[in-house]
């Protein structure tokens, strides 16, 4: 076979072509664009308990563009299995919230944390926003946040005045989860009190211990379906004006896969107080707590 001069001169160009092709390719198959994630609270880091509070969530292109494609997902930093501060922070230990989201045309993502029941638990708890969109774009995460959330005070309208507070758990769990919570019976004395003592019921489906009060002893007034439902005496004795005694209730219990969205648990009993005071020497009762309890949520 017999090639002309244009023949070897337009393979030589195929041939360069095809290379440059190649090189291309792998030029465009570099690294994907890297990002930044960062997190802050609205309307600030610290809120009242039970209050509206969101996590506000910006990711941007490492040029300062928004990124408004991929998955940003909000964490809780983590101790000892529990969530914590970020100070308290095991390494970097951190358990999921469960909320999600794209970012808007500004690359933002909020999330409403009083809907998550994160604002119900006083204490300081760490944050960490994540984004990912494999392929796209680079992996970021912002630092640890703290959001801290504050007891509402109590209020001094008798003599004595008896509150139940969840100070650990998921306000907001969901369906086939298994979870674990601590409730904390308060009773506050607002002037001296004597021949205090408290009564209250446990829930029947989960499983419930008492810890031990500070001050007093326990007695178990009446039990029934299995010991679960049951009823105590909290013997607390006398106290001073701004006295405080505490009694931690745990509860553990999982979340049948099928229950409804917005379906409302009772983790306690309403409980209430008995006293006396110097001036009114007859057995008085404070206001009931009223019942604890979450509210199980659904992700989308």
């Not at 990002?35 to 009242?48: C, G, Y």
């Not at 760490?126 to 509402?152: H, M, N, R």
């Amino acid at each position: 076979m017999t090639f002309r001069k244009s023949q070897f001169l337009t393979a030589r160009i195929t041939a360069v072509l095809a290379v440059a092709s190649v090189t291309a390719t792998y030029a465009l198959a570099g690294p994907p664009p890297s990002t930044s994630t960062t997190l802050a609270f609205s309307p600030s880091a610290s809120v009242a308990s039970g209050s509206a509070a969101s996590a506000v969530i910006t990711v941007k292109t490492s040029g300062g563009l928004p990124v408004t494609s991929g998955t940003v997902e909000l964490f809780q930093a983590k101790s000892a299995g529990l969530p914590s501060s970020c100070a308290a922070q095991n390494g970097n230990a951190q358990t999921t919230t469960g909320a999600t989201g794209t970012p808007n045309a500004s690359g933002q993502v909020t999330i409403d944390l009083q809907a998550l029941g994160l604002t119900l638990i006083p204490g300081t708890w760490g944050f960490i926003a994540t984004f990912e969109q494999p392929g796209t774009y680079g992996k970021s995460a912002s630092a640890c946040l703290d959001l801290t959330v504050t007891a509402v005070p109590i209020s001094c309208d008798s003599a004595l005045t008896i509150a139940a507070d969840i100070t650990s758990g998921n306000g907001a769990p969901a369906p086939g989860s298994t979870n674990a919570w601590v409730i904390t019976l308060n009773i506050h004395a607002c002037e001296n009190v004597t021949k205090v003592s408290a009564q209250g019921g446990l829930n029947a489906w989960a499983t419930t211990s008492l810890g031990a009060p500070s001050p007093g002893s326990l007695t178990l007034r009446k039990a029934t379906g299995n010991g679960k439902n049951s009823v105590w005496i909290w013997d607390v004795g006398s106290m001073n004006a701004g006295d405080v005694a505490t009694l931690p209730i745990i509860v553990n219990g999982s979340i049948k896969p099928n229950t409804a969205c917005n379906t409302v648990l009772g983790l306690l009993g309403s409980w209430s107080a008995l006293f006396t005071t110097s001036l009114n020497p007859a057995q008085q009762k404070s206001n009931y707590t009223g019942t604890s309890t979450v509210t199980v949520t659904c992700l989308p």
